[in-house]
């Protein structure tokens, strides 16, 4: 893994202010930082500063904007669930083995490339209709 590269002494961060979360919110805060791979402090201070620059979003901006984040962590989620079964299914069948689930896991790849489809659809057409 690739080290950062240290910040200067005058970019250097220096504060740092505390909240509280649920255990709801925190996983939520953990994955996005995991799917970022970041840490959930550089997570936290990439948003919060990325929020305090844009001040003039309105609330429901950013609440559509978590619902879209919510649900590529979702997809990201279950594309990976969906690609480690594909791999268990390309191992056995390269051995030689029976394999049994191949359908269902295909299925899953079809259902989840709709899924895709499906979110992506919805959201040009918001984009449309408020831009």
């Not at 649900?71 to 390269?94: D, Y």
Request: contains cysteine; proline residues 1%; charged residues 30%.
């Amino acid at each position: 893994m690739k080290q950062r590269e240290r910040l200067r002494d005058d970019d250097k961060r220096m504060h740092q202010p505390s909240c509280r979360m649920n255990d709801r919110e925190y996983r939520l805060l953990a994955d996005g930082a995991t799917a970022c791979g970041m840490s959930i402090a550089a997570f936290l201070a990439r948003a919060d500063l990325n929020a305090a620059r844009d001040l003039d979003r309105t609330a429901a901006e950013v609440a559509g904007e978590r619902e879209i984040v919510s649900e590529l962590f979702g997809l990201r989620r279950h594309l990976g669930q969906i690609g480690n079964n594909l791999n268990q299914v390309a191992t056995a069948a390269n051995s030689g083995a029976d394999v049994l689930h191949a359908t269902g896991v295909l299925d899953a790849v079809e259902r989840a490339a709709r899924r895709v489809d499906a979110f992506t659809q919805h959201y040009l057409s918001n984009e449309n209709r408020s831009g």
